[in-house]
């Protein structure tokens, strides 16, 4: 099973994009670690919601292969054309857009999409520096760096097919714990792929799929307008017992 992943030297860049960082890294790490169930799974559609460089939708397509589709959108004209350079750069293809998270591209695309990859703005920033044009706009998210993310979460419901995985990059600062308990009253189950410690952030990227038990409990969820203890602990026990990794990645 080849391993495969954009190559940084052939990674193309410009001032106003974000380039690979740890958070790029550990999402394509993450994809790594859930490769075999990716190659199982033979999804059809894949999509990037705010592609940068390219560095992740181009690791995607060389881990998963060109049998599938791939768009990558990005509010950033500038990332689209770099993106463009990077997937050049590598041999592989995706339909690039220029867009806010999916704009336009709801109708399209619902429920049809059976891999969506997103490294979100996450930094808490002032509100007002949300959606700023240019580089900004790929890390500013506004109180607990959670004003993009709720934004991305209901989008992902809507274009997720019946077995749609999302893959998400979270800091500790985000409340993940609070992210996969909205996602559960989605009908989602989640799962951290990688956890990572670096110097400046605590990383987790978290997968979160379509689960027929989460859906009952989900309904449970509205009916009673309480979550059970039960619930809550199976959330809060990923992120307090899992040890963090530096510079490596475990799947779990």
């Known amino acids: 099973m080849s391993s495969k992943i954009a190559q940084i030297r052939l990674v193309s860049s410009h001032p106003e994009v974000y380039e690979p960082c740890d958070d790029s890294f550990a999402l394509v790490d993450a994809l790594l670690a859930d490769q075999k169930n990716l190659l199982e799974h033979q999804p059809t559609l894949c999509l990037e919601l705010g592609c940068g460089s390219g560095y992740v939708i181009t690791s995607l397509a060389l881990i998963v292969g ?3 589709h791939y768009i990558a959108t990005d509010i950033n004209p500038h990332a689209v054309r770099v993106t463009h350079e990077t997937l050049e750069a590598h041999g592989v293809h995706a339909e690039l857009i220029t867009t806010n998270i999916a704009s336009g591209l709801e109708k399209r695309l619902e429920g049809l999409v059976d891999v969506i990859v997103v490294n979100p703005p996450y930094v808490p920033t002032p509100e007002d520096e949300v959606g700023r044009e240019g580089i900004a706009s790929a890390w500013a998210g506004g109180e ?30 985000n409340n993940p714990s609070e992210i996969c308990l909205q996602m559960k009253e989605k009908g989602y189950a989640s799962r951290i792929i990688v956890q990572r410690l670096t110097e400046e952030e605590n990383l987790q990227i978290i997968k979160f799929w379509r689960d027929f038990d989460s859906q009952l409990e989900a309904k449970g969820m509205v009916a009673n307008k309480t979550v059970s203890s039960r619930v809550m602990e199976s959330l809060l026990s990923q992120f307090h017992i899992m040890p963090f990794l530096r510079g490596s990645n475990k799947q779990q």
Do not use: M
């Open 144 to 173: 607990n760096g959670r004003s993009v993310i709720d934004k991305i979460l209901p989008v992902a419901d809507n274009l997720l097919s019946e077995k749609g995985w999302l893959y998400l990059v979270t800091l500790t600062e």
């Open 66 to 68: 060109q049998e599938a």
